[in-house]
């Protein structure tokens, strides 16, 4: 998600990264606990609100938010036809219940909305601000690393996996349903991460050599300031429209 097309000038860009660091993660917290399907609607709307400020290439945006609906489109496929409860259609031995076709819409939703706030105030912050930004707020420090050599190196690792299956195609390999595809992908995913565990070692004497000491240095600064604070606010009351209308029932009733 980071390091990518979504780094570029918007009002997002102005925010704090801590502020919008911590307001992606609480607002993530409070769509995935919600199970109103119009709350949910509303938390939906907030997040492509923060698309629209952010202003993201729309090639890019489109090839995300299809990879979560595809495993939307799994969930579709399953939790109505398994989930117990009352029948709403029937065709034969397979039938639709209410609760599983209330269940995936109210998942589709929910991550629709939370991948569109990561995407609006995390994507648009490269890697080293991320990470930053997370050691500010206090998160574990080696929590922090983690993220970060990830962040680094996953497109190495990539690189490697398709260079193995380059080689391997190149002699004759294609990948059937039998055993000896399947003792070739393990060979290969042995080999990725032999390579790997090296990759790391020649990167970890390269930072003890370059003197690193367990703590990452930075000349960025963090400022707070009104803007930011105006955002907080302006979010955490979004945030708390979204639980009363997710418990409006029980506030009425009383």
Known sequence: MLDQPFVRPSVIQ????????????????CLSLLQNVAASI???????????????????????????NIFALFLWCVTPLTMPGQEVARWGIVSLSAEGLHLALLVTIKSNAIVCVFLALIATMNTPTAGYAL???????????????????VHDIAQ?????????????????TNMHTYRTVASLLGLLLVRSYERS???????????FSGQF???????????????VLLMLLCLAGLI??????KIYGL
């Open 201 to 211: 070692q020649r990167v970890r004497e390269a930072m003890l050599l370059r003197g």
């Open 42 to 68: 509303a938390g939906l709307g907030l997040g492509m609100c923060l698309l629209a400020l952010a202003r993201p290439p729309l090639r890019p945006l489109l090839h995300r938010l299809a990879i979560v």
């Open 135 to 153: 050691e500010c707020l206090h998160c574990p420090r080696k929590l922090v690393f983690l993220f970060l050599f990830t962040a680094r190196h």
């Open 14 to 29: 102005h925010i704090d990264p801590r502020a919008r660091m911590a307001v992606a993660g609480l607002t993530a917290l």
């Open 244 to 249: 009363v209308m997710e418990h409006r029932d």
């Open 160 to 176: 490697q996996w398709e260079n193995l299956s380059v080689a391997a195609r190149l002699r004759g390999f294609r990948p059937r």
């Open 217 to 231: 240095h930075t000349v960025a600064v963090f400022k707070a300031r009104p803007v930011d604070a105006l955002f």
